[in-house]
């Protein structure tokens, strides 16, 4: 079974189609974008051991020839170095403007991938193949592309959207089990931020989700989604609603950052840690009861997931140094110290000018947690 969300956008409307096998279909799905029957694949190297040949297959089943470029895996790829890597082996395979670039991959690859599309001879389309659940349930849906820099995560970038999605639930079945709960972050978000029902039924359904049921995959991929492509569709480059997608990634930045953006906390992990976080500051502050973060921690901890501050290994810097991290974050406007913050599972909002005492306040509380 296929299931199709349309992501709104006027002219750059496209499809999102999310299913088991897609990849063995990419190349029907694809031919009837392309002008001449010819595309160049980018991806890393562990999704090209895994899943590359069944895509060029697909291809080759209606008569698409490929190349494929495959960069190391990993957060470390997005950077300067390789969108030049990736920009330049696309010109030297003759890409030209009327023609497609497929991104095979997780979020790094399709950040990356969709930001050298995005300036590649001033724009051409590519194609997203998410093959990481963080991908599937985010990434490669809205059209941010970008890399990392020095200063900082995705400070460099371009709206560029895809012309086309194809999630195959099927690559998740190699997806390792901690970057498969780390996507699911993304999907516990989308419950948190507009859909209590979504939360429920993931409260009750998550465990088997994780543990490889088809049919549960497949209604959690869509439902999230389905709530990315509505976001979108109303503010695509992020002037209100969207950011309310940013649910627990003040938090995750700085965290990250941290962390030094490796191994000790992927990016789906921090965003869960942030969300409890987020949670833990709107009781706080009062407008929601303290069960709410106590059944975000619950549901978290039910599925083997990073929770709090103290499933972190290693060090971490203080408060006030986490404070200052989240300050440098683009998400602060003028200074200010934005979040988004809930009323509610299902009912986020942004939130300008939180006290910074309250930051303080549940940043503290999380650190003695630690000891
Ligand atoms: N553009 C956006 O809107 C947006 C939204 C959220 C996150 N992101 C970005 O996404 C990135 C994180 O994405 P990610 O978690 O997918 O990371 P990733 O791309 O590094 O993938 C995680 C790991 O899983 C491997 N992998 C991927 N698919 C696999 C498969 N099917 N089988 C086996 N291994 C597989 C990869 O090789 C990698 O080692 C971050 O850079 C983050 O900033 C972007």
């Known amino acids: 079974m296929t299931n199709t969300v349309a992501v709104d956008l006027g002219a750059r409307s496209y499809q999102v189609r999310i299913g088991e096998g897609l990849i063995a279909r990419a190349g029907a799905e694809i031919a009837p974008l392309l002008r001449r029957k010819r595309v160049a694949v980018v991806t890393d190297e562990t999704v090209a051991a895994a899943h590359l040949p069944a895509l060029t297959d697909a291809l080759a089943a209606e008569g698409i020839s490929a190349t494929a470029l495959a960069l190391p895996p990993g957060e470390g790829t997005k950077n300067w170095e390789n969108l030049a890597r990736c920009t330049e082996w696309l010109l030297e395979q003759k890409v030209e403007r009327k023609d497609v670039v497929l991104a095979l991959g997780g979020g790094v690859i399709g950040d990356l991938v969709g930001f050298s599309a995005a300036i590649l001879r001033r724009g051409v389309r590519f194609v997203q193949l998410p093959t990481s659940l963080l991908a599937q349930v985010d990434s490669s849906v809205g059209g941010k592309t970008g890399i990392n820099t020095a200063q900082g995560k995705n400070l460099v970038g371009a709206f560029h959207q895809p012309s086309l999605v194809l999630a195959d639930i099927g690559v998740l079945s190699t997806l390792p089990g901690r ?106 502050l009062g407008l929601c009861s303290q069960e709410e973060p106590s059944r975000v921690r619950a549901h978290l901890a039910a599925m083997g997931m990073k929770v709090d501050l103290s499933d972190i290994p290693g060090d971490l810097p203080g408060t006030e140094a986490l404070i200052a991290l989240m300050e440098q974050d683009k998400k602060v406007v003028d200074g200010r110290l934005r979040f988004i913050l809930a009323r509610g599972i299902g009912q986020a909002f942004v939130a300008e000018d939180v006290p910074g005492e309250a930051v303080r306040a549940v940043l503290d509380e999380a650190m003695a947690r630690r000891r």
């Open 179 to 284: 970057d498969f709960l780390s996507g699911y972050g993304e999907v516990v978000k989308y419950g948190l931020l507009g859909d209590a029902a979504f939360f429920d039924w993931l409260e009750r359904d998550g465990p088997a989700l994780r543990d490889g049921d088809t049919a549960a995959r497949l209604r959690a991929v869509t439902r999230s989604v389905e709530m990315k492509a509505g976001i979108v569709s109303r503010d695509e480059t992020e002037e209100g609603e969207r950011a309310l997608l940013n649910l627990g990634h003040t938090f995750c930045h700085a965290l990250e950052k941290a962390t030094g953006y490796g191994d000790r906390l992927l990016h789906g992990e921090g965003v869960a840690i942030g969300c409890a976080l987020a949670f833990e500051l709107s009781a706080r």
